[in-house]
Every structure is written in C-alpha cells, then in structure tokens.
C-alpha cells in the first residue's frame, strides 16, 4: 500500500560583506565536511536530534543558514545523503541543520497543539531553539534563515512557518500539507480526508489556522515554495492547492497567480506565482512523491527563492 512517510529516492536586508567567518567564531571549530551532531542547544521538549553541516568555506562574518527536515522513515543522515543540500551548500557558503524526529517512525509532530504554537513546545520548539542556537552563538544573519523538507518535513515547513514566521524568512515544501491539515503525525490507513485530498477549505479557514499558530503576531511572513506532483498515490496532490489558499490568504494576496510558465524549472513541470512571488507553486505532471527528484536541481530553484546565490 502507498506509505508517504517511506517514499523517497533516497533575500537579507542585513548589510553584511561576504567576507570570511572569523576564526573565532564557534562555528569554525566544528569540523568542516562532515555531519555533526549538535548537542546542548536550548530546551528540547521532545529530544529531537539536531546534526549541523559546515561547508569548508562558509560564506561571512554572518552566515545564511538551512534548516532541513526529512520524511518520515527517515533520518538526518537520510536526507543528508539523499538531496542536494549538502553539495549547495558547498558552492554557496551556508550553513545546513539536519534535523532528526524522534518520534514513531520518525515523523515529524505536526499535529499537536504544542507544536502548533509559538514558543508551545515539541518538535518545533526544538527546531526554533537550535536556530536561536545559531544565532546567539555563530553569528548566523537572522534575515537569512530558511527551510525545507520532504513529506513530514514539508508539512513542518508549514508549521514553522506559522509557529515561529519571526526566525524563518522562507520555505521550501516539497510534498507537503498546509498547516492544520492532517490529524495524525504518522500515515492512516485508510487515508484521512487530508492525506487523501479531501479536505477543502476556504482560504479564509486555512489561513486562520495559519495565524493561529501565534497569536498576536502583526510581523511578516516567510515566502513560501510548494511542490507537489500530480501522481503522487501516497499523499494526494490536492493537497499543493490547499497550501496555496492557506498561504495566499496569509500573504493577503490573490490565489489567483500573476504569472504561469510551463515546463518550469524542467519538462512536465509548471510554476505559479502569486502576488509578486511571497508564494510560489510547482506541479509535476506524472511526478510522485519522492521529492526533490533526483537530479533534478529542485534544490538549487528553492534556494534561488530565498536569494542563496
């Protein structure tokens, strides 16, 4: 049967030069190439593990960093291995954080009210705390801090991008659900409305939930990137809509996109882009939900939609 959490093939406004990390920074005495576990980094509720990637020559004095989050079944190293990020994060000089859920087939806690809240606690406080980790003590820009992630790490980046819209300034969700989507962390079978595409909203109602995640909260919110194929069997595409609306609405911009492009970023791909590009959407015609595909450079198109060039 499709199993979405085992599916896998496997812009600043800082001022900064782009000069090298000093050799005092922290950061620096991290080994370079490798991955790292980061331990003792703030409170972590749930006891995620947290594995921080230095490239050789990280690109400073204030480094971008990103934050990504594998599917569920799995792992830091997973996810490490398996995308681009890594040799991206090579050419251009930033700072990756590998994060590992330690939940029941290590999925992603998505669905509790303490992840689901600024400052609440789970998974997500943990994820925030490690980037304020990096913040406070590597000197990492604060305009500069960005997410991705596949299938439960995608439906994070929603969450995130809700609970804490003041640390992260965009995402990349590949193969996700917007935020308040599904009602279980691990996979349902059968499939809940919201795995299996049926769970459609008014934008209004998603992006509620959306604000809901902090209330009081008047700062901007991160540009966000959605993709998602129309073939995929184990979380159903409906689902890219449902982020749009969610997001739009967020933005207070259109769903309706100012501009389409076809066979974007490659064949049987079409980009959307809503308002002047706070959000962006990408379908893939016959595409699953192994996402970013294999060679496929979807990794390099997000980080050009956060401005890490």
């Known amino acids: 049967m499709p199993a979405w959490w085992a599916i896998y093939h496997g812009c600043s406004h800082a001022n900064h030069a782009d000069g090298p990390v000093p050799s005092s920074n922290p950061l620096m005495s991290i080994p370079a190439g490798t991955l790292t576990p980061l331990r003792n980094f703030g409170t972590n509720p749930t006891n995620i593990a947290m594995n921080v990637y230095r490239p050789t020559n990280v690109k400073g004095p204030n480094p971008a960093l990103l934050v990504a989050l594998h599917y569920c079944g799995g792992t830091a190293q997973a996810y490490f291995s398996g995308t681009q990020f890594r040799a991206l994060a090579d050419q251009r000089g930033f700072v990756v954080l590998y994060g590992q859920a ?15 809240t600024h400052n609440g606690g789970s998974d997500s ?47 990349a969700a590949f193969a996700g659900s ?5 009602t279980a962390n691990m996979p349902q079978f ?9 769970k459609n909203l ?27 194929g129309t073939a995929d069997t184990a979380l159903n595409y409906n689902n890219l809509a449902e982020e749009i609306k969610q997001w739009t609405n967020v933005h207070g911009i259109s769903q309706t996109a100012t501009s ?19 959000v962006q959407g990408f379908s893939g015609q016959g595409a699953g939900h192994g ?10 198109v997000a980080l050009d939609f956060f401005g890490l060039v």
């Not at 439960?152 to 969450?159: D, K, P, Q």
């Open 102 to 116: 330690p939940n029941d087939m290590n999925c992603w806690d998505i669905t509790s009210r303490a992840s689901l």
């Open 125 to 171: 406080l943990a994820i925030a705390n490690a980037v304020r980790y990096a913040i406070s003590n590597w000197n990492v820009d604060p305009e500069k801090v960005f997410v991705v992630g596949t299938s439960s790490g995608a439906m994070m980046v929603n969450v995130l991008s809700g609970a804490y819209p003041d640390i992260f300034k965009g995402g």
């Open 178 to 182: 917007a935020l308040g989507c599904l």
């Open 190 to 198: 059968p499939m809940d409305d919201c795995q299996a595409g049926r």
């Open 202 to 228: 008014t934008a209004q109602v998603w992006g509620d939930r959306a604000r809901e995640a902090y209330p009081g909260y008047t700062g901007p919110y991160p540009r966000l990137q959605f993709w998602h």
């Open 260 to 278: 389409v492009q076809q066979n974007t970023p490659r064949n049987n791909w079409t980009k959307s882009v809503y308002g002047t590009g706070q």
């Open 291 to 300: 996402l970013p595909e294999s060679g496929s450079g979807q990794e390099a």
